[in-house]
C-alpha cells in the first residue's frame, strides 16, 4: 500500500461510501421492510471504522518517513498535525453520533439521506484538513457547508427547523462570497492560492492582503460563529437533530476555525496584529456568548450559546500563540478543540436522549426546556450523569477535561508577559465563573426528587443510546486527569499551524 | 469611453456585488433573496477572471471559476428548495414572518 | 512508604466515592457502613503519615508539557491538615448514619463526602500548584453539590451556587498566581518558588501575593467575601461541620501559612492580612449576637474564629495561626455535630423557638457547653491556649489598636456563645417541640470530639515540632515544649482577656437590666441584622448581570435581514479598524 493510496483513499472514501449508504437504504424502503436501513448504519458504522483504520496507517506512514502529501494536478494536500487532529476528532464525534442516531433517528422520514450526507460532512472536513491551498479550502469547506445545509433542515415538516436551515444556508453562502472575493484579491496579488507561495510572494506591507485577510476572517468567521457573525448559530444547533448538533458544535465550527487558521498562517510576514485580532474576537464572543446563555429556558439553545463561548478560548489560544509566538497558546487551543468537542458533543447527545425520550419518541417536535429537565436522573440516571459531567466540564471544573485546556491557554496568556494580556486572562477566568451561573441550575435541577411531567411521562431509554454517553463521560475524564495522553495530537498541530505563520 | 478593460470589469463587479448587498438586505422575498445571494457570487467569479487576467493565470482562473459556478449553482437548488419548502408549510415567503426563533 | 501512604489517603475515600455512587440507593445500610469504613480507613493511613513529616516530595506522578508533574509532599502543616480532614471526616460520616437515616440518594451523598475527604487531603499535600488548584476546585465542586443535596430546596440550591460562584472567584486569584509562579520560575512547585521567590520582580510578586490573598479570604469566608456561608448552612449538619467549620475554610488559611515567608515581605500585605482578619473577627461576631438561626450563629463565628488566624498569619505567628486552626477544627465540628443534634431531634433552626432542650437531651447539652467553652476561651480547654498564643502574636507584632480590637472580639466571643447556650439549653421551652431521642451514632461521633476539646492543646509542644525546621524549611517555627507555653501565655495580658471574657459573661447574666444600653445598640443590631450591606451588594451585582443579560437578548432578532447586516458591519467595522492602525 503506497502513501498516495492510503492517503487517496483517506480522502475519497467516505464520498464513495455516502451514496453506498444511501442506495442501501433506498433498496428495501418501497417494500416497508427494515433490512435496507439497517444495512445502512451497519454500513455507516463500517465505513467510518475503516477510515480510522487508514488514518492510522498514513499517520505510521507519514512519521516514518517525514511527511506525506499528495498532489492532484496542481493542488497540494498535505498531512500534517492539523489535519490529523481535525481528522482524529471528526472520525472519533462522527462515529459517537451515528451510534446515538440508530435509534433516534430510527422512525424519522428519509434516515437512508442522514447517513449518507453525515458521511459526506465528515469526508469534508478530513479533506478540509489536509488542504494546503486557498481556493481548495474553499472548496471543502463549501461541500462540508452543503453537506450541513441539509442536515439542519432535516425535518423538513416543521417550519422552525426550515427557518433556521434557511437562515444558516444564507448567512452561510454570504460569508463563502465573502472569502471568494478575499481569495480572488490574493490571486491576483500573487497568481497563484497555494499557501506556501502566498507566504512568500507578499510582501510586507500590500495593502491588498491586509483588505483580504480582513475578508478571509469574517468570511470563515460566519462559519466559526465569531460574534457578531453568529446569529444563525442558536437557531440552527437547536432545531438540528442531536446527533447532528453535536456534531455543528462540536466538530463544524471547528473546522471553520481550522480552515480560517489556514488562511491566517500565510500572512505571517505581513505587519499587521493578526493574533490581536482574534483575542479582540475572542473576548466579545466569551462575553457575550455567557450573556445570552445565562436568561436562555431551552436546554439546546443554551448549549449553543455556549459553544460560542469555547470557540473564543479557542480563539485567546489561537490569538495568544499567533500575536506572542506562543506556542502553548496554539497547543492550548487545540487541545481545547478537542475537549470542547468531546464535552459540547456529549452534552448535546445527552441532551438529545433526552429529547428523544421525552418528547421525540412520542412525535411531539416541541424543544427541550429546563423545566422538562427537572428530577431526570431518576429515571434516566446514564443522561442525567453525562449531562451534568459534561456541563461542569464545559464550566471549567475539574476533574473534567474542559479544566485542563482552559488552563494550558491561560498559561500562554499569562507567559506573554503583557498587563494587558493578564486583563484578558483574569476576564477569562472569570467568566467561567460566570458560566456556572447557568451550568450549575441545570444540574441541580436534574437531580431533584420531585419530577417534571414530561419525565414521569417519558419512555424508556434504548441501550445503544447510551452506549455513545459512557464513552465520552469515560474519555473526557481521562483526558481531564491526564492531559498529556492527547499532547501529541495537540503539539503536532500546533507546530504545524506556527511553523507555517513564523517561517 | 476609453477606459481600460480590466477598470471596467473592476467596475461591473463592485455594482453587482454592491446590488446584491443592498438587495440582500432590503428585500423581503426569500426568493429574492437567493436571487441577491446569487448576484454577489456572480461578481466574485467575475472577480476570479480579473485576477486571472491581471497575473497571467487565466486558465488557472477559468478553472476555478467554472467551480465556483457549480458549487454555488448547488447551494441556490439547496436554497430554493428550503424555500419551496417553507411556501409549503407556513403559506408564506416574508422572512419577516419568518423570525420565530429569537432571542 | 510515605508515597503509599498518601496514594491511600487519597485513593481509598476515592475508590469508595465511585462504589457507593454505583451502589446508588439500592441498599441503604450497605451504603452507610461501606462509606464509614472507607472514611475511617483514610484517618487511619493520615494518622499513619504523622511520624513520616519530611519536607522532600513523597509522591511523583510525571504528567509533564506546561501542566508540570503532579507532585506530593508531606511535610508538617499539610500532614496535620490531612489529619483533621480524614479524621473529622469519618466522625461526620459516622454522625450521618443517623442524621441521614431514610434520605434518598445517600449514594450521592456519601460519594461526594468521601470525594471531598480525599480531595481535602490532597489540597493539603500537594506541592504542585496547579495539583493544589486542581484539588481547590474540586472540594468547592463537593462544598456546592452537597449544599444543595436537597435539590427541591430553592434556598438550597441558591445557597450552593452562591458558594461555588463565590469561591470560585476567589479561585481566579489562586489561578493567576500559580500561572504566574509557572511563567516566571518555570516550575509549579512550591518549595522551589519559596526558595527562589526572589527571583521574581517586585510588583509581579505584590500581584501574586494579593491574588493569593484574594484566594483565601473568599475560601475561607472572610470579609468582604463572606456572604456565602451563612447561606450555606442550607447544607445537611454533618455537612457544616465537615466542610463549613473544620476543613474546606481552612483551605484559606493554610494557603496564607503556607506561603506566607514568600509573601511577609510585600509592602502592605501583611497589614492587608491583620486587617481582613480584625475585621472579619469583629464584624462576624456582632452578626453572631443578633442572629436567632442556630447555625447562622455557629456559621458567623465560624468567620470570626478564621479572622483570628487571619490575624495571626499578618503577625507573623504561623504556629499560633495553626494551633488555632487545630483547636477550632475540632471544637467548632463539635459545635455543628451537636447543633445538628438539636435540629434533628427538636425540627427547628429557630433559637427563639427552642429553649430547655437539655433536660431532653443531657448528653449533647453537655457536649455543647465543652464546645462553646473552649470557643469562649475558658482555661483548660484547648480554645483557650491558642486564642491566647494568638493574643499574644498580635501584641508582640501587630499594631495595637487592632489587639485591642481582638479582644474586645474575644469577649463579644463569649457573649454570642452564652447567649445561645442559654437559649437553646436552658430555661423553659418557648414552643411545642418534641425531641427525639439521639442515636448512638452520634454519640460516638460527638464523644471523642468532646474529650479532644479538653486535651488537645497538650500536643502542642510535638505540634511545633512538626512545623518546624525539619519539614518546613522555610517558615522558621521554633519549637515549644508546652511548658514553656504555659508560662508564655498565663501572663498580664491573659488576664486582661479573662477580665473581658468575664465581663462579657456578667453582661449576660444581667440582660434585664441592661435594657436600656441595648436599646440603643438598636441602630448598630439592624445593621448586623443586614449584614453590613454586603448582602445588598451581592444582590445587585446578581441583578446586573441578570439584566444586561436580558437586554442584549434584543440582538438576536431573528429576521434574517438584521442577521446579514450584522455580517456587513462587522466588514466595516474591521476595515476601518484596518485604516485607523495604517
Redesign the interface.
Known amino acids: 500500500m503506497t502513501s498516495n493510496f492510503l492517503f487517496s483513499s483517506l480522502i475519497l472514501l467516505p464520498f464513495l461510501a455516502a451514496p453506498v449508504v444511501y442506495l442501501f437504504g433506498r433498496w428495501t424502503a418501497r417494500k416497508g421492510k427494515q433490512l435496507g436501513i439497517s444495512l445502512t448504519r451497519a454500513l455507516t458504522v463500517f465505513f467510518l471504522l475503516v477510515e480510522g483504520c487508514i488514518l492510522y496507517l498514513v499517520l505510521k506512514q507519514a512519521l516514518s518517513s517525514g511527511g506525506a502529501y499528495l498532489m492532484i494536478g496542481?493542488e497540494p494536500l498535505v498531512f500534517d498535525g492539523i489535519g490529523l487532529i481535525l481528522a482524529c476528532v471528526v472520525l472519533f464525534l462522527g462515529l459517537m453520533v451515528t451510534l446515538f442516531s440508530i435509534d433516534y433517528m430510527s422512525n424519522e422520514k428519509g434516515e437512508e439521506k442522514f447517513y449518507a450526507l453525515l458521511l459526506a460532512t465528515i469526508g469534508s472536513i478530513i479533506g478540509l484538513g489536509m488542504s494546503y491551498d486557498l481556493?481548495n479550502l474553499w472548496?471543502w469547506f463549501?461541500?462540508m457547508?452543503?453537506s450541513t445545509?441539509?442536515l439542519v433542515?432535516f425535518y423538513?415538516?416543521?417550519?422552525?427547523s426550515?427557518?433556521?436551515?434557511?437562515?444558516y444556508?444564507?448567512?452561510s453562502?454570504?460569508?463563502?462570497?465573502?472569502v471568494?472575493?478575499g481569495?480572488?484579491?490574493m490571486?491576483?496579488?500573487?497568481?497563484?492560492?497555494t499557501l506556501t507561495d502566498l507566504y512568500q510572494l507578499t510582501s510586507s506591507s500590500a495593502?491588498l492582503a491586509?483588505?483580504a485577510g480582513?475578508?478571509l476572517?469574517?468570511g470563515f468567521?460566519?462559519k466559526t460563529a465569531?460574534v457578531?457573525?453568529h446569529?444563525?448559530l442558536?437557531?440552527a444547533h437547536?432545531?438540528a437533530p442531536s446527533g447532528i448538533s453535536a456534531m455543528l458544535s462540536g466538530v463544524v465550527i471547528e473546522a471553520g476555525m481550522v480552515a480560517m487558521l489556514r488562511a491566517i498562517s500565510m500572512f505571517g510576514k505581513i505587519d499587521?496584529n493578526w493574533g490581536a485580532?482574534l483575542i479582540g474576537f475572542g473576548c466579545l464572543n466569551i462575553l457575550?456568548g455567557n450573556?445570552?446563555a445565562?436568561?436562555q429556558t431551552q436546554v439546546k439553545r443554551l448549549l449553543a450559546y455556549s459553544s460560542l463561548v469555547h470557540v473564543g478560548y479557542m480563539l485567546l489560544g489561537f490569538g495568544f500563540g499567533l500575536a506572542f509566538g506562543r506556542i502553548?497558546g496554539a497547543?492550548?487551543g487545540f487541545f481545547h478543540l478537542l475537549t470542547h468537542s468531546m464535552m459540547k458533543g456529549l452534552a448535546f447527545l445527552a441532551a438529545g436522549a433526552l429529547l428523544f425520550t421525552l418528547h421525540l419518541s412520542k412525535e411531539e417536535h416541541v424543544p427541550l426546556t429546563l423545566d422538562d429537565l427537572n428530577g431526570a436522573s431518576r429515571k434516566y440516571?446514564v443522561a442525567a450523569i453525562a449531562l451534568g459531567l459534561a456541563v461542569?466540564g464545559l464550566g471549567g471544573?475539574?476533574?473534567m477535561a474542559g479544566?485542563?485546556s482552559k488552563?494550558?491557554i491561560?498559561?500562554a496568556?499569562?507567559?506573554a508577559?503583557n498587563t494587558l494580556m493578564?486583563i484578558v486572562?483574569?476576564f477569562a477566568?472569570?467568566n467561567?465563573?460566570?458560566s456556572?451561573?447557568y451550568y450549575?441550575?441545570l444540574v441541580?435541577?436534574m437531580?431533584?426528587?420531585?419530577p417534571s411531567t414530561a419525565v414521569e411521562q417519558g419512555t424508556k431509554m434504548p441501550v445503544l443510546m447510551a452506549v455513545p454517553l459512557v464513552i465520552l463521560t469515560i474519555a473526557i475524564v481521562v483526558i481531564g486527569v491526564?492531559?498529556?495522553s492527547v499532547?501529541f495530537l495537540t503539539e503536532q498541530a500546533s507546530l504545524s499551524l506556527l511553523y507555517t505563520f513564523f517561517y | 469611453m476609453n477606459l481600460p478593460i480590466p477598470l471596467i470589469v473592476l467596475i461591473t463587479i463592485l455594482c453587482l456585488a454592491g446590488i446584491g448587498l443592498y438587495c440582500l438586505l432590503i428585500t423581503r422575498n426569500l426568493i429574492k433573496v437567493v436571487i441577491a445571494l446569487q448576484l454577489i457570487v456572480k461578481g466574485a467569479v467575475l472577480a476570479f477572471i480579473l485576477a486571472g487576467n491581471m497575473t497571467g493565470q487565466l486558465n488557472l482562473a477559468q478553472s476555478m471559476a467554472l467551480t465556483v459556478i457549480v458549487a454555488d449553482t448547488i447551494v441556490a437548488v439547496v436554497g430554493l428548495a428550503l424555500a419551496v419548502q417553507i411556501r409549503l408549510k407556513t403559506g408564506t415567503l416574508d422572512i419577516k414572518s419568518l423570525s420565530s426563533l429569537k432571542r | 512508604m510515605t508515597a503509599t501512604l498518601i496514594a491511600l489517603t487519597i485513593g481509598i475515600p476515592w475508590l469508595g466515592a465511585i462504589i457507593v455512587w454505583l451502589l446508588g440507593d439500592r441498599r441503604e445500610e450497605l451504603t452507610h457502613w461501606l462509606s464509614i469504613i472507607f472514611s475511617l480507613g483514610a484517618a487511619v493511613t493520615s494518622i499513619l503519615l504523622l511520624p513520616n513529616a519530611a519536607s522532600e516530595t513523597a509522591l511523583t506522578i510525571p504528567i509533564g508539557g506546561d501542566f508540570g508533574d503532579f507532585t506530593f509532599v508531606a511535610d508538617g502543616l499539610g500532614i496535620f491538615l490531612s489529619v483533621i480532614a480524614a479524621v473529622i471526616g469519618s466522625l461526620a460520616v459516622i454522625f450521618s448514619k443517623n442524621y441521614m437515616k431514610g434520605e434518598a440518594s445517600l449514594g450521592r451523598y456519601y460519594s461526594f463526602v468521601l470525594f471531598f475527604i480525599g480531595a481535602m487531603v490532597g489540597l493539603v499535600l500537594s506541592s504542585n500548584l496547579l495539583l493544589t488548584f486542581l484539588f481547590w476546585e474540586i472540594t468547592a465542586l463537593c462544598s456546592y453539590a452537597l449544599i444543595s443535596f436537597n435539590n427541591d430546596d430553592p434556598k438550597a440550591v441558591k445557597g450552593g451556587i452562591k458558594a461555588l460562584i463565590i469561591t470560585s472567584i476567589g479561585g481566579v486569584g489562586l489561578m493567576v498566581g500559580a500561572l504566574i509562579v509557572y511563567a516566571y520560575t518555570g516550575s509549579y512547585d512550591i518549595n522551589n518558588f519559596l526558595a527562589n521567590y526572589s527571583n521574581i520582580p517586585t510588583n509581579i510578586l505584590a500581584l501574586l501575593a494579593f491574588g493569593f490573598l484574594l484566594a483565601a479570604v473568599a475560601k475561607s469566608a472572610q470579609f468582604p467575601f463572606q456572604t456565602w456561608l451563612p447561606d450555606a448552612m442550607e447544607a445537611p449538619s454533618p455537612i457544616s461541620a465537615l466542610i463549613h467549620a473544620a476543613t474546606m475554610v481552612n483551605a484559606g488559611v493554610y494557603l496564607l501559612a503556607r506561603f506566607y515567608p514568600a509573601f511577609k515581605d510585600v509592602p502592605y500585605w501583611s497589614d492587608a492580612v491583620m486587617i481582613v482578619g480584625a475585621l472579619s473577627a469583629f464584624l462576624a461576631a456582632i452578626m453572631a449576637l443578633v442572629s436567632n438561626d442556630l447555625k447562622r450563629v455557629l456559621a458567623y463565628s465560624t468567620v470570626s474564629q478564621l479572622g483570628y488566624m487571619v490575624y495571626a498569619i499578618g503577625t507573623g505567628s504561623v504556629y499560633a495561626s495553626q494551633f488555632h486552626l487545630f483547636s477550632h477544627s475540632i471544637f467548632k465540628a463539635l459545635l455543628f455535630l451537636s447543633a445538628g443534634a438539636v435540629i434533628h431531634s427538636v425540627g427547628t433552626r429557630n433559637m427563639l423557638e427552642m429553649g430547655g432542650v437539655g433536660k431532653k437531651l443531657p448528653l449533647v447539652k453537655w457536649v455543647f457547653i465543652i464546645g462553646a467553652l473552649a470557643l469562649a476561651g475558658l482555661p483548660i480547654l484547648n480554645g483557650f491556649w491558642s486564642k491566647e498564643l494568638i493574643l499574644e502574636s498580635g501584641l508582640k507584632n501587630g499594631p495595637l489598636w487592632l489587639y485591642v480590637i481582638m479582644v474586645f472580639v474575644a469577649g463579644l466571643t463569649a457573649l454570642y456563645t452564652i447567649r445561645c447556650v442559654w437559649l437553646v439549653f436552658f430555661g423553659e421551652p418557648r414552643s411545642d417541640y418534641h425531641a427525639h431521642p439521639v442515636g448512638w451514632e452520634m454519640k460516638v461521633a460527638l464523644l471523642p470530639l468532646a474529650g479532644a476539646a479538653l486535651v488537645s492543646w497538650l500536643a502542642a509542644g510535638r505540634f511545633s515540632v512538626l512545623l518546624g525546621e525539619e519539614s518546613l524549611p522555610y517558615h522558621a517555627v521554633e519549637p515549644l515544649p508546652y511548658l514553656e507555653m504555659m508560662h508564655e501565655v498565663l501572663s498580664l495580658p491573659t488576664l486582661v482577656v479573662m477580665a473581658v471574657i468575664a465581663a462579657a459573661i456578667l453582661l449576660w447574666v444581667f440582660r434585664k437590666k441592661l435594657d436600656g444600653l441595648v436599646n440603643g445598640l438598636k441602630s448598630i443590631r439592624w445593621a448586623a441584622e443586614n449584614s453590613f450591606g454586603f448582602e445588598a451588594i451581592n444582590s445587585a451585582i446578581v441583578k446586573v448581570t441578570q439584566s444586561t443579560a436580558e437586554a442584549l437578548r434584543v440582538t438576536q432578532t431573528g429576521v434574517l435581514s438584521w442577521n446579514v447586516f450584522g455580517i456587513l458591519a462587522s466588514v466595516i467595522i474591521l476595515f476601518a479598524i484596518l485604516l485607523l492602525g495604517a
Open positions: 496542481d481556493f472548496l463549501e461541500a457547508a452543503i445545509y441539509l433542515a423538513n415538516d416543521e417550519p422552525p426550515l427557518e433556521a436551515g434557511v437562515k444556508l444564507i448567512q453562502a454570504v460569508g463563502s462570497a465573502l471568494m472575493f481569495i480572488a484579491l490571486f491576483s496579488q500573487t497568481g497563484s492560492t495593502p491586509k483588505i480582513v475578508l476572517i469574517v468567521g460566519v465569531l457578531p457573525l446569529t444563525w442558536p437557531d437547536s432545531q499587521m485580532i457575550v450573556l445570552m445565562l436568561r502553548e497547543t492550548g440516571p461542569l471544573i475539574p476533574p479544566f485542563m488552563w494550558q491561560l498559561v496568556g499569562v507567559k508577559e493578564l486572562v483574569i477566568a472569570l467561567s465563573i460566570l456556572l451561573g450549575a441550575p441541580n435541577r437531580y431533584r426528587h420531585e491526564w492531559p498529556s499532547q
